[in-house]
């Protein structure tokens, strides 16, 4: 049987714009793979569609796009997917990586007591700062420094990666980012992204079985 992931891809303001287009990269990497991937693009990133496709086609691999709080994450328009205290259950028998902010800090960790297998996420906020180039986001060097890191995390779990590789993975390659931007050639720009890196590469957490893989 085929792999199945299930992905989020909303897309109505710059950030979820952004997010739409480097999701991107993960979509074709898992169709070059010949995994099945269910996207739930734009206005399908409701709750709705979210929790009958997680119902119905049981995939065991979930990535969520969107924004986020301590308690909770969001598809399009903003409209809440998984709430802790709510239907965090939906979870169960997943692993979940959440490019979002703060929902690791209480939902991640509510998830997997409601039995997902493992939960990767930022327990503060997820910043990344770009171009504004919004007609060709994958085009943008700044937002590369933030996005390609958190994208190594979706990328690692779709190689076969154990959840705690995918995590580590990621954050060598913000830490190589990082180490690029404090050369001597850097600029306060560039120390203000790295300070933020690090803020992105400090508080990703991975929450659960370590050593599950897709």
């Known amino acids: 049987m085929n792999k199945l992931f299930l992905i989020t891809r909303p897309n109505y303001e710059i950030t979820t714009r952004y997010l739409f287009a480097w999701s991107g990269i993960i979509v074709d990497t898992a169709k070059a793979k010949g995994i099945n991937v269910v996207e739930l693009r734009k206005d399908k990133a409701n709750r709705k569609e979210f929790e009958s496709r997680l119902t119905k086609l049981k995939p065991r691999l979930v990535i ?4 986020g709080s301590d308690t909770c994450v969001t598809g399009h328009d903003g409209e809440v997917l998984v709430e802790a205290g709510q ?3 939906i979870l169960c028998s997943k692993i979940v990586y959440s490019l979002s902010c703060n929902s690791a800090s209480c939902l991640g960790a509510e998830s997997v007591k409601a039995g997902a297998l493992c939960y990767i996420g930022y327990k503060t906020k997820f910043t990344f700062f770009h171009q504004n180039k919004i007609t ?3 085009d943008d060097n700044i937002a590369k420094l933030f996005l390609d890191p958190s994208n190594q995390v979706a990328l690692s779990l ?3 990666n154990r959840t705690q590789d995918a995590n580590r993975k990621s954050k060598e390659l913000s830490m190589k980012n990082i180490r690029k931007l404090l050369s001597s050639a850097s600029s306060k720009e560039s120390a203000l992204y790295a300070k933020f890196l690090w803020s992105n590469m400090h508080n990703q957490v991975c929450y659960g079985d370590q050593e599950v893989c897709f």
């Open 136 to 138: 060709h986001p994958l």
């Open 87 to 89: 239907n965090e259950d």
């Open 158 to 160: 779709l190689k076969g």
């Open 64 to 67: 969520i796009n969107g924004h």
